[in-house]
């Protein structure tokens, strides 16, 4: 009589491997692992080793028993990468990284790319490296569907904002990490972070309406603990000063590589690429993995980041006569501020999962964040009014953000019959709260051609004399969704899903009630490498209550942004080519219109506001040749308002054409292997200033190039920022002028 064994493979990051090797030494007994990781081995009792195999990784073998009519559960059988190929995975293994796009954040399912209908894109850090990116910023510059990144102002924070599929929002980047809610207007430094997910359209029925908007949202995935010795360190220097040393180590705590440890810290100090300016920030971010047995994993990590940074931005008057930026003749070599005159940040940040398997086909999560970030926010904002002429004024904003976030998810793998489902059964309570305190000091008028250098102990004498506001928005929102992926066939994939939330505004003391369909249909055409897919999303956007001529303030309905989708995802050549193409119409309805009556000081509302983004969006990866990586993307969109007070305009920030770059060669044998170069750039068309459309931003394309060298125990690299020393604007209401020519070293060592 025989006895059973089974288990599932993965490595240390928690991912499942697929095809990985079981087999009993000394038989010709043995099984793979299936999707999940899974594998099932029936044989006679008695005692054997198993090993566990799989390419790249170390093999692990173990004495297993097997008992007559038993089955035994061996839980999870951890891989680690082999040290005999780390470098050529470090060094060799990038398109795979840039080509991988399973997530298990953009479904809060294990889902691959291919059945999956909605769109997204992975970033991987392995990108990172390659173009020496240090800033948030320029990462998404070079994002595929990602446009106008840019810092701005919000009660009391720094962001950075983008725009997608034509919405822009400075939630875009700071505002989820690892799938939760953290604190909005809140700037980050890249060193921690294993990719950057971009996660296109209206998201609501999994990630709620409070950080996120119409166009989509980025995920920052942080690196995670793993089962052995490493680490790196890094030194890049250049052009305005720049220095930076970040840190990478990883170690298990005790002997059996169950209590993991990694750290990633980095430093940063930068002066402007103008005559005046500085950049200072720390960060610190400690992660631990506890693998308290085959069932349950507990994840926990910390997260400190310090900032100090100059906040200028300029605005233009449509009373002004300008029509272009261009108009300007602005000096990019002046930023009339001084290096005194800074915004400050201290953000913390905590993140806690617990998974535990309950049986075979479900898994239980628990997640946490929190996040608080405190503010001394101080803005120069230059006001141009005139042709020639700036208006200064400095703005004090000390503020406090803190998010809380509790989720509790259900995951299930079960067939129903034949039909195969993954289900998603959770729940969420977002609380959110920011007080902040405001008060404005104006300065006389100057020339553009003149100099303006703001004097912060006259600012600091004013403060205690000036006029202030306080503002405090306080909301809870409590949310059950759930959302199933059914297999009817091995090539026919539906995803259905659906959203109750119950929002609260504790401050204003009006709640909403707003549901959230998701509905989508994957057909792959060639199994595993076509696929045709659509959906239909929805996000909504909570109202609060307003002044209406008839009935006097009474609330109204959650605003809807839902869109409509359908395209192909290709994956060819055993990872080589990938590539998304996608046509979407996103139909905003229920936006407040505000109105004047003649004689009337009141501000009346109605809600008639619709707006209208459709556009085409494709992004291509390909590994032509071993050593060449091709990164590129383009979107296309037509955005306008199509009723209410701005029908027929255009939207601030929004370009109808962006589009991204990426591509490298590196030499894989020979004396010189190792030695590489990339090139490559976006470009973005004009977009507007403002709502009414009349101040015109020109578009701008951009160039960088890189040489490096790189091996298993080190990397170094040159990097050539705006190779073409474009000035140019990025904006979003402000404007701010982008960092001209400069140049990077950059040395990390591996150990």
């Not at 990051?13 to 007994?29: D, P």
């Amino acid at each position: 009589m025989n006895g059973k064994i089974r288990g599932s493979v993965k490595t240390v990051n928690g991912e499942s491997l697929e095809y990985a090797t079981a087999s009993l030494k000394g038989t010709n007994i043995g099984s793979t692992t299936n999707e999940k990781g899974e594998f099932v081995i029936e044989a006679p009792a008695g005692t054997y080793t198993l090993s566990v195999s799989y390419t790249g990784y170390q093999p692990r073998e173990q004495e297993i028993t097997i008992n007559n009519g038993e089955t035994t559960d061996l839980g999870t059988i951890i891989l680690e990468v082999s040290n005999e190929v780390l470098g050529e995975i470090t060094v060799d293994g990038l398109i795979s990284k840039f080509s991988k796009k399973q997530s298990e954040s953009v479904a809060r399912l294990p889902i691959k790319n291919m059945e999956n209908p909605q769109v997204y894109t992975v970033v991987p850090k392995e990108l990172l490296t390659e173009q020496v990116s240090f800033d948030l910023q320029s990462v998404l510059a070079t994002s595929p569907g990602v446009g106008n990144p840019s810092v701005g102002p919000g009660s009391g924070g720094v962001g950075l904002g983008i725009n997608m599929r034509g919405f822009s929002s400075l939630n875009g980047i700071g505002a989820i990490r690892n799938g939760m809610a953290t604190n909005f207007v809140t700037l980050s430094d890249p060193a921690n972070l294993e990719s950057l997910e971009v996660i296109k359209g209206p998201s609501s029925t999994l990630f709620g309406t409070t950080l996120v908007t119409y166009g989509g949202l980025i995920n920052r995935v942080t690196k995670k603990a793993f089962a052995r010795e490493a680490g790196e360190a890094g030194f890049t220097t250049g052009s305005n000063g720049l220095g930076r040393i970040t840190l990478d180590y990883n170690n298990p705590l005790n002997a059996d590589k169950t209590f993991l440890f990694r750290v990633n810290s980095a430093i940063h100090r930068e002066k402007s690429f103008q005559d005046f300016g500085i950049n200072r920030t720390f960060m610190v971010a400690p992660t631990f993995t506890y693998l308290v047995n085959g069932r349950l994993t507990l994840d926990l990590d910390f997260e400190y980041f310090q900032s100090e940074r100059n906040a200028t931005f300029t605005r233009v008057g449509t009373q002004s006569g300008i029509t272009s930026m261009s108009d300007l003749n602005w000096d990019f070599e002046k930023s009339y501020t001084s290096n005194e005159f800074v915004s400050e940040s201290q953000a913390f940040t905590v993140y806690a999962r617990a998974v535990y398997k309950i049986s075979e086909q479900w898994n239980s999560q628990t997640l946490y964040s929190y996040a608080n970030t405190e503010n001394n926010g101080n803005y120069l904002f230059l006001q141009v009014n005139k042709a020639d002429t700036i208006t200064p004024f400095m703005m004090n904003l000390p503020s406090t953000f803190t998010t809380n976030q509790i989720q509790k998810n259900f995951i299930g793998d079960f067939k129903l019959g034949s039909i195969r489902n993954r289900l998603v059964i959770g729940g969420d309570y977002t609380e959110l709260v920011n007080t902040n305190s405001r008060t404005t000091i104006y300065y006389p008028d100057f020339a553009i051609s003149g100099t303006f250098k703001p004097n912060v102990y006259a600012f600091e004498q004013s403060l205690a004399t000036a006029k202030w506001s306080h503002a405090l928005r306080h909301e809870k929102t409590v949310s059950v969704y759930a959302s199933d992926v059914i297999n009817f066939t091995d090539r026919l994939v539906v995803m259905a899903g659906l959203r109750l939330d119950r929002f609260n505004d504790v401050e204003n003391d009006y709640k909403q009630t707003a549901l959230s369909p998701k509905l989508g249909v994957v057909y792959q055409l060639v199994k595993n490498k076509v696929s045709a897919f659509g959906n239909f999303m929805d996000g909504f956007k909570n109202v609060a209550p307003a002044l209406t001529e008839d009935d006097g303030t009474k609330a109204f309905k959650p605003e809807h942004g839902t869109q409509l989708e359908g395209g192909l995802k290709i994956e060819l050549f055993e990872g080589k080519l990938s590539s998304t193409l996608s046509y979407y119409n996103i139909e905003v309805k229920n936006r407040l219109t505000p109105y004047t009556i003649t004689g009337d000081n009141n501000t009346y509302y109605l809600q008639d506001g619709t707006q209208e983004s459709k556009g085409f969006e494709i992004d291509l990866i390909s590994n032509p040749v071993k050593g060449m990586h091709f990164i590129m993307g383009y979107g296309y969109n037509d955005n306008k308002y199509t009723k209410g007070q701005y029908e027929g305009k255009v939207p601030y920030g929004v370009s109808k054409h962006i589009a991204n770059l990426w591509m490298s060669h590196k030499l894989t044998h020979g004396e010189l292997s190792g030695l590489g170069a990339g090139v490559g750039g976006n470009y973005a068309s004009d977009h507007f200033l403002e709502a009414t459309n009349t101040i015109k931003v020109p578009g701008y394309t951009r160039f960088d190039a890189t040489v490096f060298y790189d091996q298993p125990k080190y990397r170094i690299g040159l990097k050539i920022n705006n190779l073409t020393d474009e000035e140019y604007w990025a904006s979003s209401f402000n404007a701010t002028p982008q960092a001209t020519r400069s140049f990077l070293v950059n040395i990390l060592y591996r150990f």
